[in-house]
């Protein structure tokens, strides 16, 4: 109950395309689902994140789906760049600060081909 | 600017040896934990604390110790005991009324 489960474990977009990646909860007493990008050698930070009373939401090129009823969330990426070429984690976690602790996806690599 | 230092950024050990990655923040966090990153098998967690002076055990604690003596620092110590240490290690701080985690950059921990 306390897995995130993530998908596709690797994507390849060509500049412009629009990658598509897939998180799925059990525990429905998660209230926060953030995304985490991280660039080789460095470690993660936070993109964006949803809490479960809305069903969308967007920062620039970035948008989370999310679907309380399938407990399922996931991360768009609009006009995609070679520079958004990472690791993305999604992550779920109930409660705030200390009691928040996140449980994270196995992660997806993502290539954008130029 | 407040943030996590981890140091050092690479780190290498030996057969037998206990190594120690340091963790420090200025951010004024109460809670700190440190993950563990596998190629392919994302981040899990080592050890977290809440408060000084108490912590407790992740999903994968075996082989490695942790101390959190002040507010600011929460050092890990890889033991000979963890037979596998090869991996990326990030340290990471949140604060009691904010979602989400602030990462530090990360120690590569090499077994030479």
């Known amino acids: 109950q306390q897995q995130v489960k993530q998908s596709p474990q690797s994507l390849i977009v060509q500049k412009g395309g629009i990658p598509i990646i897939n998180c799925a909860y059990e525990?429905?007493?998660?209230?926060?689902f953030p995304w985490y990008q991280q660039f080789p050698g460095k470690g993660p930070a936070l993109l964006i994140a949803i809490r479960p009373d809305v069903s969308e939401k967007k920062e620039g090129r970035f948008t989370i789906s999310f679907n309380k009823s399938a407990k399922q969330f996931s991360l768009h990426i609009m006009d995609s760049q070679p520079g958004d070429s990472a690791t993305y984690f999604c992550a779920a976690s109930k409660g705030s600060g200390n009691t928040g602790k996140l449980i994270f996806g196995q992660g997806t690599t993502l290539q954008v081909k130029p | 600017d407040g943030g996590i230092t981890q140091s050092p950024k690479y780190l290498f050990r030996k057969e037998g040896q206990n190594v120690t990655l340091s963790c420090e923040q200025n951010?004024?966090?109460?809670?700190m934990y440190w993950y563990r990153q596998d190629p392919g098998q994302g981040l899990r967690l080592i050890y977290y604390?809440?408060?000084?002076?108490?912590?407790q055990k992740g999903d994968i604690a075996e082989g490695y110790s942790v101390s959190r003596e002040k507010k600011e620092s929460f050092p890990l110590t890889v033991t000979s005991a963890q037979k596998n240490p090869t991996a990326f290690y990030l340290c990471?701080?949140?604060?009691?009324?904010?979602?989400?985690?602030?990462f530090g950059s990360g120690t590569r921990l090499t077994v030479v």
């Open positions: 990471a701080s949140s604060i009691r009324s904010r979602y989400g985690y602030t």
């Open positions: 604390s809440q408060i000084v002076n108490d912590f």
């Open positions: 525990n429905t007493a998660f209230d926060y």
């Open positions: 951010l004024n966090h109460d809670a």
